[in-house]
T-cell receptor, first 117, second 116 residues
Framework: AQTVTQSQPEMSVQEAETVTLSCTYDTSESDYYLFWYKQPPSRQMILVIRQEAYKQQNATENRFSVNFQKAAKSFSLKISDSQLGDAAMYFCAYRSAVDLNNNDMRFGAGTRLTVKP | NAGVMQNPRHLVRRRGQEARLRCSPMKGHSHVYWYRQLPEEGLKFMVYLQKENIIDESGMPKERFSAEFPKEGPSILRIQQVVRGDSAAYFC??????????????FGEGSWLTVV
């Protein structure tokens, strides 16, 4: 079974600075999707960024980018120019693109990001 | 295009009562997922459904919990004889048929169950 590990329960960053959140995963599959979701105090789950495993190019969405290392099974999230509104729980997630009967999304335990003004 | 709709947003039940949580997927989405989030924890997969079929219920507790996604109407997560440990946020998510939209799952805003 696939597992997702976020080794940083909490992280802190100064406003306008850059922070990197770590995520590793374990899978024997070759084709899959990786996601970062943000959960602010409102508790809504908001998609931040998505990466297809077959793409070598790292995904980027404005201030958010990933460092996808497929061989190392690593998928870190970099937030540049951090803003107060970035403060939230961040969840890394894995979804198979191969096994259609195992098509749910597996989440890490989350990293709580604090942004200091 | 409305997002994933969940109701009720907040539900209070006494121990032993039944809780029913409803989820309407996004338009065009035929896959529904239910996740549970306990306080200060991540999301735990419960069940994955397609219309009239349970595809994967490996995350569902063996007793008291059931889910359905009928041909017509919303998906229902049903918890019978609730206990205090059932208090949690229950998130529904949906996705299009496999291969569509990059297999992204879109979440509803969650239903908060409190058992008193």
């Amino acid at each position: 079974a696939q597992t997702v590990t976020q080794s940083q329960p909490e992280m802190s960053v100064q406003e306008a600075e850059t922070v990197t959140l770590s995520c590793t995963y374990d899978t024997s599959e070759s084709d899959y999707y990786l996601f970062w979701y943000k959960q602010p105090p409102s508790r809504q789950m908001i998609l931040v960024i998505r990466q297809e495993a077959y793409k070598q190019q790292n995904a980027t969405e404005n201030r958010f980018s990933v460092n996808f290392q497929k061989a190392a099974k690593s998928f870190s999230l970099k937030i540049s120019d951090s803003q107060l509104g970035d403060a939230a729980m961040y969840f890394c997630a894995y979804r198979s693109a191969v096994d259609l009967n195992n098509n749910d999304m597996r989440f890490g335990a989350g990293t709580r990001l604090t942004v200091k003004p | 295009n409305a997002g994933v709709m969940q109701n009720p947003r907040h539900l209070v039940r006494r121990r032993g009562q039944e809780a029913r949580l409803r989820c309407s997927p996004m338009k065009g989405h035929s896959h529904v997922y239910w996740y549970r989030q306990l306080p200060e924890e991540g999301l735990k997969f419960m069940v994955y459904l397609q219309k009239e079929n349970i595809i994967d219920e490996s995350g569902m507790p063996k007793e008291r919990f059931s889910a359905e996604f009928p041909k017509e109407g919303p998906s229902i997560l049903r918890i019978q004889q609730v206990v205090r440990g059932d208090s949690a946020a229950y998130f529904c998510a949906s996705s299009p048929p496999s291969g569509g939209a990059g297999n992204t799952i879109y979440f509803g805003e969650g239903s908060w169950l409190t058992v008193v």
